[in-house]
T-cell receptor, first 114, second 112 residues
């Protein structure tokens, strides 16, 4: 099976702009979650979707949003970009979406805000 | 509050030496615990989970509820073990959530 695919791999945006990141989970996986990885804060949970419903949301401002489509593909959007939003954004999918289900990660989208 | 602590940012050992990567957690209940690994230029991937009680690539991890620890061990390190290791905590066993709380990671460097 193909792994988790994230597009684009790299993005450069300017402060104040908005950005949309895309994630295609492993076929058959219904749970998709997003993480932000930075050198200072490490890996931080953004949100989790299961069958098009947001089940959990991390401690991020409302500028960060996401959605999941009926084919389980997911997008996350960041509006009014700030310099501090520069990070690697990781998407992960799991088959059952339960606490003991391992996550399968994509390679990430590296966002640079100038 | 749920928290995962990995006290060492860097652990450097020689090939053939034993390895222990420390992980302590804070959680009220019976959590699911995982070790994820990221090799150079590769994606983050699952190494092992406590529920499976398995040994992967010679690594084992035992959940100690009394000490709230989930240390990762390997008796003889190999150079190919060099990577970033993350301890992670999920919700209550059997819970309907995939949210992971990660530790800050430990970089393991195995010297020849």
């Amino acid at each position: 099976k193909a792994g988790v695919t994230q597009t684009p791999r790299y993005l450069i945006k300017t402060r104040g702009q908005q950005v949309t990141l895309s994630c295609s989970p492993i076929s058959g996986h219904r749970s998709v979650s997003w993480y932000q990885q930075t050198p200072g804060q490490g890996l931080q949970f953004l949100f989790e979707y299961f069958s098009e419903t947001q089940r959990n949301k991390g401690n991020f401002p409302g500028r960060f949003s996401g959605r999941q489509f009926s084919n389980s593909r997911s997008e996350m959007n960041v509006s009014t970009l700030e310099l501090g939003d520069s990070a690697l954004y990781l998407c992960a999918s799991s088959l059952y979406g339960t606490a003991n289900s391992p996550l399968h990660f994509g390679n990430g989208t590296r966002l640079t805000v100038t | 509050a749920q928290r995962v602590t990995q006290p060492e940012k860097l652990l450097s050992v020689f090939k053939g030496a034993p390895v222990e990567l420390k992980c302590n957690y804070s959680y009220s209940g019976s959590p699911e615990l995982f070790w994820y690994v990221q090799y150079s230029r590769q994606r983050l991937q699952l190494l092992l989970r406590h529920i499976s009680r398995e040994s992967i690539k010679g690594f084992t991890a035992d959940l100690n509820k009394g000490e709230t620890s989930f240390h990762l061990k390997k008796p003889f390190a190999q150079e190919e073990d060099s990577a970033m290791y993350y301890c992670a905590l999920s919700g209550q066993y059997g819970g309907a959530t995939n949210k992971l709380i990660f530790g800050t990671g430990t970089l393991l460097a195995v010297q020849p």
